[in-house]
């Protein structure tokens, strides 16, 4: 295979030719669907005459091709690995082709694949020129018109982007339904779905009065597990309309769950495509994390509709202009009709471990990319999460109010368009007179930038003197890096009054809560007219995606723990104080020395647990020590055995010391009424299961009893599942077996339960996990072609740092082989699986060559783009 090449944004240029309007005909076949295609085509304006029409096309067999009516002769035209070229056309013309494809030999999941019985597509981002030759590009967009025909009995179902037009017989038993789509799209957003399927209907009446249909489209079995993903769907519609005005456009919105998909979901213009693991969801087989994912991703790809479809993106680099921005939109909703502070506490705690990881990583890349090879890699956390977090910061920066006038003037002025980031960004300006340049660098810097931030108080003068000084980590391609502008939220509580005290900048009075600006690599803030010593509160809200690294000692984070206004702060500062904690003890572990339990940490969880809250869904987050893999995040050098003896050690000393504390806390939060994945029982829910694992730690007795009856009782997923994975974590194979066993056998017929089962065992702590991976790769529910049973599987394992990690390296070499295989598969999520081997730079001597040799055993192989990218920038 040749190597392949990267593309670069300073070489975009305007497409030479346009599609306005795109008819497209599919003869439904598993293994050779015919699919024709008339394209109305015309020279770009900005392009001259007489150049060549090129158009891209990957694993077609072209079958026929004629201009204007007239077949070409086949030297007039060109066939190539990547495309097809014709070297002359008119200005103006119909380009008529056929092509033949194998939807039931897809296993890469992207163009026109098999999912069981049904048909469907996924063309994001260039997944639409498997399909049919066309300009595979976001920037041409065309209306559609579509005619799916199949066998009637098999596929009574066929829909496309749009409203259906036209239906009828055709002999041998087929049928045909045509579908128009008035909205002009690029091709990425185009969607077929044809299958057995049942649907769900409901009604929205949008802003104006108009009636919209609503549609989830499930195999029978599925039909009782939508309620939740419709109720979310309406909400999200209403949201949409009071929060920035956008109203649906068409009559129609359908939902489809598939088995078989690479992400979460997909916005196709009227015609969401989703995981079913992201829209099916019943109190028996889904959690409230799964119920809130649902409601996240429903929106999500609902406010596609807007930003994203009817604004879209001039080119692949521009792809967070619509996910960084939609991610931004979805989260507000979800904070919204859920708890604020949990939403971010949980957006967060994640984003701090897995984008800072990716941005301190060989695969670090700015929000806007200047280069790459395979832009299915670039479905990252960065363009997704950090470039939602810069949307963030820029609504902070000139407030709601300027926010939406500038969202108003950005899809009113694109509307119909492809467009870019500076687009975004010169109408937040505009609608604000901020000035946004410096702004900018936000998009074309990676790294994580980290702020030193230190202060004193000065009792003569009563000034608090605060200096931050940035400094952003060079970064592959980048090893020089800018200033930011970094805006800083924050309050100085103080330490008699336990209040936030009025904040004075420079004269001028900024109230108690405040935005200042980090523009200059160092700068000095100096507050006065302060009565009493503060302990700053900074970054509140985590305003920034950045570092901050503050002295605190731990009196001082304990108190913060107390008395931060700001519930996110508060949870931080326990945060902060735990991995004080946990350092020593990892310390400790690493030289042979006896572990010393802090006794501030055991005081400050004693405080949390006796005293009376309000939110308990904010004290469960309280209560819950940072993660293995965040510790890590925060560690020089990553000791795994050592953070996990640490964290084990804070755990049970915890349990041990508080144990009826906690026991007490369980119970007062058993609640048998009917489940509903509502705010307060949600909250309870957790708060009592957080209480049962600390229990479990220590394997007390009426603990293992209270986790047992809690699985037995089958009262909703999240308990049973919780319960699950305390017994199968557990040092008692006599407690982990047979509920495995039990649980294992209820709901084998349940792919998206299994796929939960799968992942409790492997990442069990004890030393057993990879053979019970090996074991289950064998499993009748196991397949290697369903990404959901790969990442619920093979994934999960790649999480459980103890096991993953093992010396013997057999666990990285387990994942390699996955890795190779997949490589052939699909390409996309082997690319993705390759993830925790890059980052062998973190750990120690012998880890890093171990995963190194995997990586160049991996390198070895006759590769596809996707995993070529991702192995020469980890081993670079
Ligand atoms: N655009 C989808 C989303 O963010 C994600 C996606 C990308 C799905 C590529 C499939 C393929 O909602
Ligand atoms: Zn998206």
Known sequence: MSQPQAIYLSDYRPPAYRVTHTELTFDLDPAATRVKARLHVERHPEREAGEALELDGEQLTLKSIAIDGQPLEEDEYQLTEQGLRVARVPSRFLLDTEVEIAPERNTALEGLYRSGGMFCTQCEAEGFRRITFYPDRPDVMATFSTTVIGDAASLPVLLSNGNPVEKGELP??????????????????????????????????????????????VEEENLGKTDHAMASLKRAMRWDEETYGREYDLDLFMIVAVNDFNMGAMENKGLNIFNSAAVLTHPDTATDAAFQRVEGIVAH???????????????????????????????????????????RIEDVSFFRTAQFAEDAGPTAHPVRPDHYIEIGNFYTLTIYEKGAEIVRMLRNLVGWEAFRRGSDLYFSRFDGQAVTIEDFVSCMAEASGHNLDQF????????????????????????????????????????????????????????????????????????RDAVIHLREDEQEFVFTDLAEAPVPSLARGFSAPIKLNFPYSRE?????????????????????????ALDDLIAAHRNGVEKVMDGRVIEAFRTLLTGDTDDKAVLAEMLTLPSEAYIAEQQPLVDVDAIHAARQFVKQSLARTLRDEFLAVYQANRDDSPYAPEPDQIAARSLKNVALSYLMSIEDEEGVELAQQQFEAE????????????????SRDDLADPALKAFGRKWAHDPLVMDQWFSIQVSRPQADALERVKFLMDHPAFSLTNPNKVRALIGAFAQNRVNFHRLDGEGYKLLADVVIELNRLNPEIAARMITPLTRWARYDETRQELMKAELERIRAEDLSPNVYEVVEKALA
């Open 556 to 580: 001082d984070l304990a108190f913060l723990l107390a008395n931060d206004s700001d519930g996110f702060n508060r949870w931080d500062a326990g945060q902060r104080l735990s991995l004080l």
């Open 172 to 217: 041998n038993g087929r049928h045909f339904v045509t579908w128009e789509d008035p909205h002009p799209k690029p091709c990425y957003l185009f969607a077929l779905v044809a299958g057995d399927l049942k649907k769900v209907e409901d009604h929205f009446t949008t802003m104006s009065g108009r009636d919209v249909t609503l549609q989830i489209w």
């Open 715 to 730: 009262h909703n997923m999240t308990d049973v599942r919780h319960a699950l994975t305390l017994l199968t974590h557990s």
């Open 440 to 511: 900018m660098l936000w998009y074309s810097q990676a790294g994580t930038p980290e702020i030193d931030a230190h202060g004193e108080y000065d009792y003569a003068r009563a000034e608090y003197r605060l200096i931050l000084r940035q400094r952003t980590p060079a970064t592959p391609g980048q090893p020089d890096k800018q200033a930011l502008h970094i805006p800083i939220r924050l309050g100085l509580v103080g330490t008699k009054s336990g209040r936030d005290l009025a904040l004075t900048l420079d004269g001028e009075s900024l109230g």
């Open 301 to 343: 790809e609902y406010f596609h509709n807007w930003s994203g479809n009817r604004v879209t993106c001039r080119d692949w680099f521009q792809l967070s202009l619509k996910e960084g921005f939609t991610v931004f939109r979805d989260q507000s909703f979800s904070a919204d009709v859920n708890s604020a502070p949990v939403k």
